[in-house]
């Protein structure tokens, strides 16, 4: 937990952008992942299963808010855990995002923050490779048209 938790931190904070909401991702997702241990198979990565989890738990999480009228998407009088690097790089890659929708950001996020091929990002997020390239590709011009 301590190896994996500053990027599920980091994964939860770059699609909710506030702090709190990161931590309540991290925290719940988590305890799925101790009920949910026997679902793991030990021969794959660990690190992909855990983003999905944190991803899901995310997206539940601003729906349930959004349903309540609470969410917004900045907060900027949150202090942000160590290292002050990451988190000025995740911060501007929020800000950035803030306006795509969250499967967009999710995608984002996956291939640009983290590094996952489009195949490996398909498959935490649940879509085809192709369907992350897209997304990928209209957040990115969407971005460049607003800069």
Do not use: K
Not at 63 to 85: G, K, N, Q
């Amino acid at each position: 937990m301590r190896e994996h938790h500053p990027g599920m931190w980091r994964a939860a904070y770059a699609l909710c952008g506030r702090a709190d909401l990161a931590d309540e991702a991290v925290q719940g997702a988590f305890e799925r992942v101790v009920r949910h241990a026997s679902r793991f198979d030990p021969e794959r990565p660990v690190a992909p299963w855990l983003h999905t989890i944190v991803i899901n738990e995310t997206r539940t999480l601003l729906s349930a808010r959004t349903r309540r009228a609470e969410v917004a998407l900045r907060d900027d009088d949150v202090l942000l855990p160590d290292p002050a690097e990451q988190i000025l790089a995740v911060d501007a890659l929020v800000e950035a995002l803030s306006g795509l929708n969250f499967d967009s950001r999710a995608a984002i996020v996956l291939r640009h923050l983290f590094g996952y091929s489009s195949s490996e990002a398909g498959e935490i997020l649940g879509v085809p490779a192709a369907t992350v390239r897209i997304r990928c590709a209209r957040a990115i011009a969407r971005l460049r048209d607003e800069a």
